[in-house]
């Protein structure tokens, strides 16, 4: 009887060592998913703060255009037309640039269950922050500028009209630029309240975008910090 306990207990033994055993080698299989899953993530990420970078410069340009032409209107008014046309269309083609994240990546760390292995809880709720409510917050900043750019633009065809066309070297580039083909500047543009309306809500609009891309930009950067301490401990 003594010998069937003893026999029993290490075929028990041997079932829950075996368990165990594969138990560790699915935790180390899937923590070896995560960390591939954080170094390309990393890579992603490194490619979305060039475009950041990319999309402020165009913002900026656009700043720039469109304080030349409240400085113009508010005081001198002896810009040519074709400087007004030039640094108009700068505005309507340059406001609406917007950055895409790449959340590919973050959509497989969700879905195989990998941020649950994180480590570090604060890599876990910078990717949450920065992926669903930062990411959110800038796809409606988004929507609501490309609106707006383009309903003013409508609304102010008797003050200014600027047609131009895609540069052809360079239309397949995601920042093609456009170069003016003709243009009317009405003569009411200095009297229409429309036009500085415009202008003045622009550059509130601009400095309140690239405030946020310069929060997911400071974002990103820590969380390339976390990935690294997170994939080398």
Known sequence: MKRYFIEGGLIFLSV?????IESFRLRQSNIQIKNGLLIELSEIINEDLKQISKVIDIQNQSLEATNRLVSDYTNAQSM??????KNYLEIIQNTPTSFYSQK???TQLLQS??????????????LLYVYEHLDERKLGIDRFVDDFVWNTN?????DIVVLSSVDQLNKSLMYSERNISSYIIGDGYYKSKAVIGFY???INYIIFYIDVLIKYEEELNEILKLIDQEVNQ
Do not use: H, M, P, W
């Open 200 to 202: 003045a809500a622009n």
């Open 104 to 106: 590919g990546v973050y």
């Open 154 to 158: 409508q609304n102010l065809v008797n």
């Open 80 to 85: 040519s037309e074709e400087d007004i046309a």
């Open 113 to 126: 269950g990998s941020l649950e292995l994180l480590n570090y809880k604060t890599l876990r709720l910078k």
């Open 16 to 20: 829950l060592a075996s368990f165990f």
